[in-house]
């Protein structure tokens, strides 16, 4: 198992068992090169622990627990982990602060414990099968190690990942695989069966906003930035050029000694908008060692391969193309990246985010009259959006901006009925309710939240995590640190967003330091450009995963619907880019899946 | 927000007879109509040249109606035309979203326009301030892409109509073998300055003749050449009886803001190409697949007869040159991309 991880740790790997667990890990040497091994097991052998990711107050911790007495072999943050639960047993989670999925043996009380940072930066999955668990940070490691034992794509997850390009919190497309979801912990005892509970619930949002939450935003920021440095090998920076990545630059450039290294990526050819302009103008500011990699789509089709394998599982996002790349250039120079990811979570970035209460500020009559008000501005609505316009304020009307395929979609799609949609909101059930609440009285952090739990864990966090992983790069997100999420998720939602403005408190705090064309770009316009590539250089990966006889073989689609979507597209008449992207990413795990041999445990 | 079809703007200098606006943004029409869009072209009145006064005032007819179309308009696609700074405000005042489309170094004064300082300084002035305008700025090839720093750019190649340049399959009677280019006035000086190259390999090969195609008679020459003036609905049938296109092209500014149109013309046509490696011609061209490169007098008269001698290698090549114009260079797929970008700016709201 830990081997068909080695890209996530290439410098070691260690191993622990007792009679009940086995314990394995692959290392990515970021602190502590010497003595940082793992599993790390506590002298009288009463508990163990394997973690990826980092803890970023391990100091204060350590310190705590040197004071009551505690003798550290190691000089990293894992050990502090494992000492702070031995003290106060699974309480110890809500007081790390960091990125992390970790397994904890208590081999006195015979209980494991699997648990997850709140925001799901780090995956951890899970199979109970045949009397044994599992776990692992990558499917492909479970698979490895004949979890499950004959795979197969679970429908009820298809169905979601159709909808919107990602399983379903908690949920995984592997049948019998499930996932730790973030800021919870599974406690798995032989005989008591599992639990699972959050150590950590979201503050409520309310209504009070202090006067100076620029500036106390603005020290947190910086605070954990520089936190989030702390490593014994280079660390570098993703920089797009929009207003997150260069707050994140700005703030490590001050406080790094020497020019901080930033990276950018961008593509030539059809389709590709290129703004590396805007990172180039803040790394000229900032005089940073700046990296940039223009990539030709010809490069794109030959690495296609290994960039879907990376993925490990489906997730129909092609930003993934990108991160990609930008995690091969970074890794040339750097061991660790940090990047901009969860800022538009948390300080409401997204366009979708405000139509969406904007919507809700019509009402319902109000709302049956957008697709004429639309006509009467000589345009055309789209079916997307007049099915968006009979929707009531929920939380399915919120996911439906971001759907791939639509309910309808999909019917037509599939060869025989795929679940069932209205159970596809199943799983987010909690998440609904207080999305309901927060429609009332602040409708703008009910749609934060709402991306929150689904979006940044299902999509965008494992997007970062896999592609980077893949070229064996840690990336961390100071954005979504303790004490930033602690100041900013409590206050109220117009500071964030309103109806004409993004991510109003972050620019405000960030004035003062970021180029002023920077802190008032908008969100970068222009997508990757999958819709040319697959009528240009990607072409014939798509006729190769899509053919006909592969689709009916498959057995999920209907050979004739793939076919229109794919004549249409390459025709020019409609961008169907995101569909067929949909559809080849999740083709090309199934084959690897075809190719994993049924695994007979001995 | 996928919102579904627009009315589209089209702001063009010189209208169909001009040779830019035609590939481009009259090029760009149908493929908009077919994503439903309703697309409006205006072309400058009056593109003859006119007396003094009587231009000004027509310039300043044609700002008003322009931006009072633009104010109208869901998305503006400016083509090649850069205006002054406080115009390009307005322009992005009144306009919902503009594109800026260019395929030329419009950063720069033309060969044929005075080169003083102020002259250039001014024409750079105009082109940063057309471009601030822009939501997004399309050029036709990497150099003039590298030009466009603040705004984000998207890189579309001038295509050609493969509908209308068809690849013929030629039988020469005899060895002779007929080396062509096509070009305006204005660049013919290009063509020019190969007049040794050109003698030594008449010297050579006396079957050899040239072809210029061309909106005037080229001066006399001491060389055996052919000329057809150029007329649109013969844009392909002029190069017919034409086995080599040349492209010869001086390492200039403005000349590596050229779109190797010339050349992409011959190879949609079946034709090898012999161009010198300048700017975008680098690109279209693989030097020993589907064309040569030619720097020096020598290496022209080398790579020409090379040509010249071996029908064979011609045929070849200009296989494979048409199959590059095919997959890369279609009006085809630049058109498609086109529709692609503006139906991206669409999706997303407007400034105001």
């Given at each position: 198992m830990a081997a068909a991880m080695a890209h996530r740790g290439p410098d070691d790997e260690g191993f622990h068992d007792d009679e009940a667990v086995s314990l394995g890990f692959r290392r990515l040497a970021v602190i502590d090169l010497e003595t940082g091994q793992q599993p790390i097991v506590l002298p009288d052998g009463r508990a163990s622990i394997v973690l990826n990711g980092e803890i970023y107050n391990y100091r204060e911790l350590r310190a705590e627990l040197e004071a009551k007495g505690h003798r550290f072999r190691?000089?990293?943050?894992v050990e502090v982990v494992l000492r702070l639960f031995a003290e106060d047993g699974i309480a110890c989670l809500e007081r790390l602060n960091g990125m992390f999925a970790l397994a904890l043996w208590d081999a006195r009380g015979r209980v494991l414990h699997l648990a997850r940072d709140r925001f799901g930066i780090k995956p951890l999955y899970w199979c109970r099968e045949g009397g044994a668990v599992a776990f692992a940070s990558e499917l492909g490691a479970l698979l490895a190690g004949g979890f499950p034992a004959r795979p197969e794509l679970d429908r009820a997850e298809l169905r979601h990942y159709l909808a919107l390009g990602f399983a379903s919190p908690g949920g995984a497309l592997l049948a019998g695989v499930r996932s730790v979801p973030p800021g919870q912990v599974l406690s798995l005892a032989a005989d008591s069966g599992e639990r699972l509970v959050p150590y950590w619930r979201p503050p409520e949002p309310g209504a009070r906003s202090p006067e100076d939450a620029p500036e106390r935003l603005a020290a947190t920021l910086a605070e954990a930035v520089e936190r989030q440095l702390v490593a014994d090998v280079p660390v570098g920076v993703f920089l797009s050029g929009g207003v997150d990545s260069s707050t994140v630059s700005v703030l490590a450039s001050r406080a790094v000694s020497g020019p901080l290294r930033t990276f950018s990526v961008g593509f030539v050819g059809p389709g590709a908008v290129s703004e590396l302009g805007a990172a180039r103008l803040v790394a000229d500011r900032l005089g940073s060692d700046h990296h940039e990699l223009v990539m030709d789509p010809r490069t794109v089709a030959a690495d296609l391969e290994q960039i879907l394998d990376g993925l490990d599982t489906p997730l129909a996002d092609c930003t993934a193309i990108p991160t990609w790349y930008m995690s091969r250039l970074a890794r040339d120079t750097v061991t660790v990246a940090l990047s901009g990811e969860g800022a538009d979570e948390v300080f409401g970035g997204y366009e979708r985010q405000r139509f969406d209460v904007a919507f809700d500020l019509l009402g319902a009559p109000g709302r049956r009259l957008v697709p004429l008000a639309v006509r009467l501005l000589g345009r055309t609505p789209s079916p997307r959006l007049r099915e968006r316009a009979r929707m009531a304020p929920s939380l399915g009307r919120q996911l439906h901006w971001g759907r791939i395929f639509t309910a309808g979609g999909i019917d037509a799609l599939a060869a025989s009925p795929i679940a069932d949609e209205a159970a596809m909101l199943a799983p987010y059930a909690d998440l609904a309710v207080r999305w309901q609440a927060l429609a009332r009285t602040d409708p703008v952090n009910g749609r934060l939240t709402a991306d929150r739990e689904s979006f940044l864990p299902g999509d965008l966090l494992p997007k970062v995590d896999r592609m980077s992983m893949a070229h064996s790069l840690e990336v961390r997100v100071p954005f979504l640190d303790n004490e930033v999420a602690d100041l900013v998720l409590p206050l109220p939602g117009r500071l964030k967003a309103t109806l004409r403005r993004d991510k109003v408190l972050l620019r405000q705090a960030v004035a003062e330091i970021v180029p002023e064309t920077t802190a008032t770009r908008r969100k970068q316009?222009?997508?990757?450009p999958i819709g040319p590539w697959l009528r240009g250089e990607l072409r014939e990966a798509a006729a190769d995963l899509l053919a006909v006889d592969a689709v009916r073989r498959r057995g999920l689609f209907e050979p004739a619907a793939v076919e229109r979507l794919l004549a249409e597209h390459l025709a020019g008449e409609r961008d169907h880019g995101n569909a067929l992207w949909t559809l080849m990413v999740l083709e090309h795990w199934q084959r690897r899946l075809d190719d994993t041999p049924p695994w007979s445990r001995p | 927000m996928a919102v579904g079809p627009a009315r589209v703007l089209l702001l063009t200098v010189?209208?169909?007879?001009s040779p830019g606006t035609r590939l481009r943004a009259f090029a760009y029409v149908p493929f908009l109509e077919s994503r439903g869009h309703r697309v409006e072209l205006r072309v400058p009145l009056g593109s003859q040249p006119n007396r003094l006064r009587r231009r000004r005032l027509l310039r300043a007819v044609e700002l008003i109606r322009d931006l009072g179309a633009a104010s109208r308009s869901d998305l503006v696609i400016v083509y090649r035309k850069t205006f002054p700074d406080p115009t390009a405000r307005w322009l992005r005042r009144v306009a919902r979203r503009v594109v800026y489309d260019f395929d030329d170094a419009v950063y720069l004064p033309s060969p044929a326009e005075p080169q003083d300082p102020t002259a250039v300084a001014r024409y750079r002035r105009n082109f940063d301030a057309t471009v601030q305008a822009a939501d997004l700025v399309v050029a036709g090839n990497r150099e003039l892409a590298a030009a466009v720093e603040s705004r984000p750019s998207a890189i579309l190649p001038t295509g050609v109509d493969l509908s209308v340049f068809t690849p013929i399959s030629r039988s020469r009677r005899g060895s002779g073998c007929v080396l062509g280019w096509i070009g305006t006035t204005g660049n013919l000086p290009q063509w020019q300055r190969l007049e040794a190259a050109f003698r030594r390999v008449v010297a050579a090969e006396p079957e050899v003749r040239f072809k210029v195609i061309s909106d005037r008679r080229p001066p006399e020459l001491d060389l055996p050449v052919d000329y057809e003036r150029f007329t649109i609905d013969r844009e392909a049938a002029c190069l017919e009886d034409v086995d080599v296109g040349l492209m010869p092209l001086e390492d200039t500014p403005w000349n590596r803001g050229k779109c190797s149109y010339k050349a992409l013309q011959c190879m949609a046509l079946g034709l090898p190409v012999v161009v010198s490696p300048v700017g975008m011609n680098r690109e279209a061209v693989e030097p020993g697949v589907s064309g040569a490169f030619a720097v020096t007098e020598d290496e022209w008269v080398d790579e020409l007869l090379r040509l010249v001698r071996d029908p064979e290698r011609r045929e070849r090549m200009g296989r494979a040159a048409r199959a590059v114009v095919e997959r890369s260079y279609s009006l085809q797929r630049v058109g498609v991309g086109m529709a692609d970008l503006v139906d991206q700016l669409l999706s997303r709201p407007a400034r105001r």
């Open positions: 190691s000089r990293g943050d316009a222009f997508a990757t | 010189g209208d169909r007879d």
